[in-house]
């Protein structure tokens, strides 16, 4: 089961994570992107798990931590530089290689950031 778990698509993927959730997990909340479009959002139809399994739910907005972004940049930029914070990117190559590297990251297929270079500097 799922005992922490970062919430930022909603619908039928929070709906799942319910059911998948351990006793007194917990989820954090920043986002609903699937929901966002949508002229009628949809409902969470497992939401009696929240009371069953004892789950915490908080949202939160970047906003009300924005006061610490100078030290949160200095910090990780300092991290970056002594090589504690490494990150991947997934690079493709041409605009013919865009659907391809677009649909593998809805599907899970990337890892890291996806860039699509389209023509390289010379």
Known sequence: GIDIYFENVGGPMLDAVLLNMKLHGRIS??????????????????????????????????????????????????????GKITYVEDIAEGLEAAPAALVGIFKGRNIGKQYVFIARDQ
């Open 29 to 82: 909340a920043c986002g609903m992107i699937s929901q966002y479009n949508l002229e009628k959002p949809q409902g969470i139809h497992n939401l009696g798990q929240v009371v069953a399994k004892r789950i915490k739910i908080q949202g939160f907005v970047q906003s009300d931590h924005f006061h610490l972004y100078p030290q949160f940049r200095d910090l990780t930029l300092r991290y970056i530089k002594e």
